[in-house]
């Protein structure tokens, strides 16, 4: 069972940049797990932003190409959302995902502002 937990999100200004970070509580490798990037704000669907399989390949949403990136680092069990030219926008509670074995799991959401 895994217990993911976002970090990194915040205040930043319009063209700024921010990197979140998704692990496991637990300190469980997510090197198996497909890890998408989710977001959602108020009165709004949740959509994926940007997703990357274990095999290596990464998808990413038309408004997230060429400016967010969803690199891994298997040494600190940790994948990251770079989000750069932050756009007011943007603004949404971002969540982690990860499916393996037929199994979903959810972590509690960060929040990011962009506002000037």
């Known amino acids: 069972q895994l217990h993911l937990v976002e970090s990194g999100g915040g205040l930043v200004q319009p063209g700024g940049s921010l990197r979140l970070s998704c692990a496991d509580s637990?300190?469980?490798?997510?090197?198996?797990?497909?890890v998408k990037w989710y977001r959602q704000s108020p009165g709004e669907q949740r959509e994926l932003v940007a997703g990357?399989?274990?095999?290596?390949?990464?998808d990413y949403a038309h408004f997230a190409r060429d400016r967010f990136t969803i690199p891994r680092d298997p040494a600190k069990k940790t994948v990251y959302l770079q989000m750069d030219n932050l756009h007011p926008e943007d603004t949404a509670t971002y969540y982690c995902?990860?499916?393996?074995?037929?199994?979903?799991?959810w972590g509690q959401g960060t929040q990011v502002t962009v506002s000037p």
């Open positions: 637990k300190a469980t490798s997510l090197s198996f797990y497909t």
């Open positions: 995902n990860a499916v393996f074995g037929g199994f979903t799991h």
């Open positions: 990357s399989g274990s095999g290596g390949s990464t």
